[in-house]
């Protein structure tokens, strides 16, 4: 008697219980199949959403870098115009500025 066959009974099993013994292999199959089928869905699944997070994080960093760009902007605009109504000029024609602009109002209230 080889090793592996040691303790093993060399009964002949009847055909209900093989007919048992196919039924389990087939569930067991079945459940193992449904497990791998759900482990390679879970990892496509997951693959995807990172592959989408990373977009969703690229897009982020580019729309903080155009915030950032809009901002210098702005604060350049500010500086431009802080730098234009402190300037002499810009003092020296309110006069005329204030009556250009009573002029318009008088004409819009006609």
């Keep these: 008697m ?4 040691e303790g093993l009974s060399h009964e002949r099993l009847s055909d209900a219980e093989l007919d048992e013994l196919r039924g389990e292999v087939a569930r067991w199959r ?3 199949t449904g497990r791998w089928a759900s482990a390679v869905i879970s990892s496509r699944v997951e693959r995807e959403l990172r592959d989408e997070l990373a977009e ?4 982020v960093a580019g729309m903080a870098e155009q915030l950032r760009l809009a901002r210098a902007e702005a604060d350049n605009l500010r500086r431009q115009m802080d730098d234009m109504r402190g300037s002499t000029s810009w ?3 309110r006069p005329i500025r204030l009556a250009g602009e009573s002029i318009h109002r008088a004409r819009q209230a006609r």
């Design 91 to 93: 003092r020296v024609t």
């Design 2 to 5: 080889p090793a592996s066959d």
């Design 30 to 32: 079945s459940a193992a």
């Design 56 to 59: 969703a994080l690229t897009a």
